[in-house]
């Protein structure tokens, strides 16, 4: 019997199209394959359509793909969806995808889809109509003005009427300003005054680019924001509320921004929202009414506020919801034991029930029990840890716990605390927001003891980023223990942790590195004008200051003029760093390239990063849709394969193992000052990021490797390299390799 074609529908006509790239990767990376043939379909902004080759899924942004769609994709026409997929799961966002276009698509062609049908998609993109709804049923939203694109247009001469409109309907500033039509917080402003007001209706009448749309002026609440998932029992048809999240703005941030809602680690969610037990009866109360007035079928995410007076006033209906590994939808699920394959299989099961296709799959999930019922290798995931870089590696482990094949591994989240302690992470508290909110829950019933690891696990994979987890410390206590993990030796961590002893050597060994100084702090306290002149007799401008021990372009800066070095390697050491790194500012073609092997490395296909200031930003690596890097580089075939071995070579030469990202610049034979063409050596990350849309995977997928089987090579590759560890994973190890 064949499997069930989902064609998994992300991208789009909508300024959310980078958000839906987001959550349509993470949908085809959690669909459970033992069930469903995934079809990727990516819509381009101007309506094309393709089935999207599988190693275009890793990419952080579309326009690292997009250009290349027309020679690697397939194009399709809505017709052929008829013959191609059998289920369609909406992971597109904003207009044409929730507004009732596509869902009225789907209906001609005759083809079952996800979540709430025409009528109640296009009412739930409806800010504005949707409030009369939800108002006739009781339920109250927030006291709002609704100003016309004309009005807008016109404002000298619309302007009394409008300021005599918000005094009659009570709303005073500050309130929020907000497109009629669009979500992820684009085009939202605060306004503090009647000046304000004009500049803010224009950005949100005019944030979708081809067509100007009314304008939502709201008041501004008061109380906690909240974010509720609505699923349903398909068996019984009721609607169950998961936990609310409690949403709590960033520092001098006055609304929860894009920013907010999708960097890692930048606003604090709390699930279930710290209120009493009535107030979530309550907040779950009003949005199961408000599912049923605006008629959401399926799933619906309700969000608003708990006034400080108790009364829950709804602000935004969704009749879909964003669909990242972190977003209110997972983390509301994992709150009652719900992980992301079972919460998409529950989805997909919900509306094939309504359709009458549920007994097919029912029938195929029999016929392939017995592939999950064998023994399983048990890998323990290190996330979180005490560096500046924690964050990121709270994503990256997560993004390993959800990867790893569940046919042939049993994955166990351990939380490293910021006093290096473990403790195994629940569902719930793996999808957190922050490493903060996961400090606050952890108990000492789910602490587990280093010397425990061996117990528990037959694999270690270290999810961490910087500090211990790639110094050497933590490959230190697994080799203590006697237990394979991924990655670099003790050594080798240590050594490529220090870039500039990194590039020391690698200088010694022939390679080209750009000259750089160390300055520590006692030397810069004692003489600082005399490090200065050094500096400026050693290094040219613009020159780069930096940590020689941290990664992810934490407290890099680029300095242009003599009168501010001082002032940048002050904000370093205003960081508690030791050292300040003084680096040559190298021009040309910056370049990652990812190495996988132990003996015999293979360089990935290089990405150029293309960064939009003079140093690439934290936002740029992680921020879905703020980094572009192209896979592979723009360079010819020859330049590529230099640039390959170049890394290879480096790669052994630091002893690397498993796999590692060697970040470094390109030059031609004109901006090389050799006057010939060279790459320049920047620095080696032996535990590179693993977050869903990062470099590595992209550069594997291009040579046909799923993020899931290359962290099954990385499994691999460390099983291989510390076979001879111990007795105990010897056994194990052997039967990985021989898989």
């Given at each position: 019997?064949?499997q069930?074609?989902?064609?998994v529908?992300m991208?789009?006509k ?13 949908i085809?990376n ?8 995934i079809?990727p379909i990516f ?17 952080g ?5 997009e ?8 194009l399709i026409?809505w ?14 966002h ?5 507004d ?8 001609v062609?005759g083809i079952p889809?996800l ?13 504005i109509?949707?409030k009369?709804?939800?108002?006739a049923?009781?339920?109250e939203?927030?006291k ?14 619309h ?5 005599e409109?918000l ?6 500033f ?5 497109p009629y ?6 085009g939202i ?6 000046a304000?007001?004009l500049?803010?209706l ?11 749309q ?6 501004k609440?008061?109380g ?7 699923i349903t ?7 169950i ?6 949403i ?6 006055e609304?929860y921004?894009?920013e ?13 929202a710290r ?11 009003t949005?199961?009414?408000a599912m ?5 079928t ?5 969000d ?13 209906p969704n ?28 989805l ?17 999930e ?16 290190l996330?979180?840890g005490?560096?500046?870089?924690k964050?990121?590696s709270?994503e990256?482990g997560?993004?390993v ?10 994955g ?6 910021s006093k ?6 629940t569902q719930?508290?793996l ?8 400090e606050?829950?952890?108990t ?6 280093w010397s425990?690891?061996p ?6 994979f ?7 987890g790639e110094?050497?410390a ?15 030796s ?25 000259f750089?100084?160390l ?17 400026k007799?050693?290094?040219a ?10 990664g992810c372009?934490?407290m890099?800066q680029k300095?242009?003029?003599?009168e ?6 002050e ?11 003084i ?14 092997g132990n003996?015999?490395p293979k360089?990935l ?5 293309v960064?939009s200031s ?8 992680f ?5 572009e ?6 360079l010819p ?10 890394v290879?070579?480096?790669y ?12 470094c ?7 090389s000052?050799?006057?010939k ?8 990350n032996?535990l590179?990021?693993m ?14 490797i799923?993020?899931m089987?290359?962290?099954?090579k990385?499994?691999?590759l460390?099983f ?20």
């Amino acid at each position: 019997m064949a499997q069930l074609r989902v064609g998994v529908f992300m991208g789009g006509k909508t300024i959310e199209k980078e958000v839906s790239f987001n959550s349509g990767r993470t949908i085809c990376n959690h669909l459970d394959t033992s069930r469903y043939d995934i079809i990727p379909i990516f819509q381009t902004h101007s309506g094309s359509l393709y089935i999207l080759p599988w190693h275009f899924l890793p990419r952080g942004k579309i326009s690292d793909f997009e250009h290349r769609l027309a020679k690697e994709a397939q194009l399709i026409v809505w017709d052929d969806l008829k013959e191609l997929i059998d289920f369609a799961y909406i992971a597109t966002h904003g207009r044409y995808a929730e507004d009732g276009t596509l869902q009225g698509f789907f209906e001609v062609l005759g083809i079952p889809y996800l979540g709430a049908k025409v009528f109640a998609s296009a009412l739930g993109m409806d800010k504005i109509i949707q409030k009369d709804f939800l108002t006739a049923q009781g339920i109250e939203v927030a006291k709002h003005l609704m100003v016309t694109a004309q009005e807008i247009d016109a404002f000298d001469t619309h302007s009394d009427a409008i300021f005599e409109a918000l005094k009659s309907k009570e709303i005073q500033f500050p309130c929020i300003v907000k497109p009629y039509k669009e979500g992820s917080s684009l085009g939202i402003s605060v306004v503090h005054t009647q000046a304000e007001l004009l500049p803010a209706l224009i950005k949100a009448s005019t944030i979708y680019p081809s067509k100007k749309q009314a304008v939502l002026i709201e008041e501004k609440l008061k109380g906690m924001e909240f974010s509720c998932i609505i699923i349903t029992d398909y068996k019984t048809g009721a609607l169950i509320p998961l936990p609310p999240t409690e949403i709590v703005h960033a520092q001098n941030s006055e609304f929860y921004d894009y920013e907010q809602k999708y960097m890692p680690g930048k606003s604090l969610k709390f699930t279930p929202a710290r209120v009493s037990q009535e107030a979530l009866q309550a907040i779950q109360h009003t949005c199961i009414r408000a599912m049923r007035a605006l008629g959401f079928t399926n799933i619906g995410r309700i969000d608003g506020f708990l006034t400080h007076d108790n009364r829950v006033v709804i602000i935004d209906p969704n009749s879909l919801s964003g669909m990242a590994p972190a977003s209110y939808l997972f983390k509301q699920a994992a709150e009652v034991g719900i992980g992301h394959t079972q919460l998409i299989n529950h989805l997909i099961e919900t509306e094939l029930n309504t359709y009458g296709m549920l007994d097919t799959i029912i029938a195929q999930e029999k016929r392939n029990a017995h592939i999950m019922n064998t023994k399983k290798v048990r890998v323990a995931v290190l996330l979180g840890g005490a560096s500046n870089e924690k964050e990121i590696s709270l994503e990256s482990g997560r993004n390993v716990v959800y990867k790893l094949s569940p046919h042939k591994y049993e994955g166990i989240a351990l939380f490293v605390s910021s006093k290096m302690e473990l403790f195994k992470l629940t569902q719930s508290q793996l999808v957190s927001n922050t490493t903060a909110v996961i400090e606050q829950s952890l108990t000492n019933d789910s602490k587990i003891r280093w010397s425990d690891l061996p117990n528990i696990a037959d694999f270690v994979f270290i999810g961490l980023h910087g500090g211990h987890g790639e110094n050497g410390a933590i490959q230190g206590t697994l080799e203590m223990l006697g237990m394979p993990y991924n990655g670099s030796s003790v050594l080798t961590s240590a050594l490529c942790m220090d870039k500039y002893k990194t590039n020391q050597l690698l200088r010694s060994k022939g390679f080209d590195v750009p000259f750089s100084l160390l300055v520590s702090h006692q030397e810069w306290l004692t003489h600082k004008e005399e490090t200065i002149e050094r500096i400026k007799q050693a290094i040219a401008l613009p020159l780069i200051v930096k940590p020689h021990d941290d990664g992810c372009s934490v407290m890099v800066q680029k300095v242009k003029k003599i009168e501010d070095l001082a002032h940048a390697i002050e904000l370093l050491f205003a960081q508690h760093k030791e050292f300040a790194m003084i680096e040559e500012c190298i021009f040309g073609m910056e370049l990652t390239v990812g190495v996988i092997g132990n003996d015999n490395p293979k360089a990935l296909p290089p990405s150029q990063a293309v960064c939009s200031s003079d140093i690439l930003s934290i936002e740029e690596k992680f921020l879905p849709g703020a980094g572009e890097n192209q896979t592979p580089a723009p360079l010819p075939q020859a330049t590529l394969s230099l640039v390959q071995s170049v890394v290879e070579n480096a790669y052994k030469t630091l002893g690397c193992k498993g796999y590692s990202r060697i970040d470094c610049f390109y030059q031609t034979e004109s901006q090389s000052p050799t006057r010939k063409e060279r790459v320049i050596f920047l620095e080696n990350n032996s535990l590179p990021g693993m977050t869903p849309a990062t470099c590595i995977f992209h550069q594997a997928a291009e040579i046909g490797i799923k993020p899931m089987d290359f962290i099954d090579k990385i499994i691999e590759l460390g099983f291989e390299e510390h076979k001879n560890t111990n007795n105990a994973v010897k056994q194990v190890s052997d039967e990985i390799i021989t898989i």
